[in-house]
């Protein structure tokens, strides 16, 4: 990985009823894509498919701006608290992709914003003064 560079933004539009027809297709997919704590921010909305919708382009958005695609679909988290913006939360093989190019969740910003017909999510990635160093990899 020496010569990977972290891009440090991320966009990406989710079909709100594209989104829709998947969950009443196949409801388990819920449990596959999304964290309990995300299910039950989504479920307690009318309209629950855009905010599924918002929360999926989120996750696709961070991963672009890690420069790693999605390699894990439950690997990234949208935390939302009451009269905050959204933050993330990453785990398992996104998580320990960021932690290998030097990046922390709290270098991650994400925005979100939804209609009735799509979703959209942009993510960007605080850099140093110098970028993203990537870790000694003698270190572990």
């Known amino acids: 990985m020496e010569d990977f560079i972290v891009p440090g933004v991320g966009v990406d539009v989710v079909d709100v009823e594209r989104m ?3 969950l009443e297709r196949t409801p388990k997919i ?6 309990p704590a995300e299910i ?44 905050r913006a959204p933050t993330v939360r990453l785990m398992g093989k ?10 922390s969740e709290e270098q991650i910003s994400i925005s ?12 960007t990635i605080e850099r140093g003064d110098s970028g993203f160093p990537l870790p000694d990899s003698s270190s572990g």
């Open 20 to 22: 829709r027809f998947a």
């Open 30 to 35: 819920r449990q596959r894509l999304f964290t």
């Open 40 to 83: 039950e921010y989504c479920e307690k909305y009318r309209f629950f498919d855009r905010h599924y919708a918002g929360r999926w382009a989120a996750k696709e958005a961070v991963c672009k701006a890690l420069g790693c695609g999605l390699i894990q679909w439950n690997g990234v988290e949208v935390i939302r608290r009451p009269r």
């Open 94 to 103: 996104i998580a320990e992709f960021a932690r290998r190019v030097g990046v």
């Open 112 to 123: 979100i914003s939804h209609s009735e017909l799509s979703a959209v999510a942009v993510a």
